[in-house]
């Protein structure tokens, strides 16, 4: 189901990848810092509760990787 939702949403990169609540979590971080929106506004948006846990999804960008 998830892998679905995924593709549904365009998360095409993952077609070659297992798809996990983690990995679409950590892409969604990623997006959202390359579109250079604030932590506590990705926070709200993906549930974390703190800053240091969205920084270690987001070391990476997804261009980068």
């Known amino acids: 189901m998830l892998k679905a939702r995924a593709k549904d ?3 095409l990169f993952l077609k070659h990848k297992r798809i996990t609540n983690h990995s679409v979590r950590k892409f969604l971080v990623q997006k ?3 579109a250079n929106i604030p932590p506590t506004e990705t926070m709200a948006i993906t549930g974390h509760t703190n800053v240091q846990s ?7 960008s ?3 990787q």
């Open 32 to 34: 959202l810092r390359n």
């Open 54 to 60: 969205i920084t270690n999804y987001s070391n990476i």
């Open 62 to 64: 997804v261009e980068q």
């Open 9 to 11: 949403a365009g998360f």
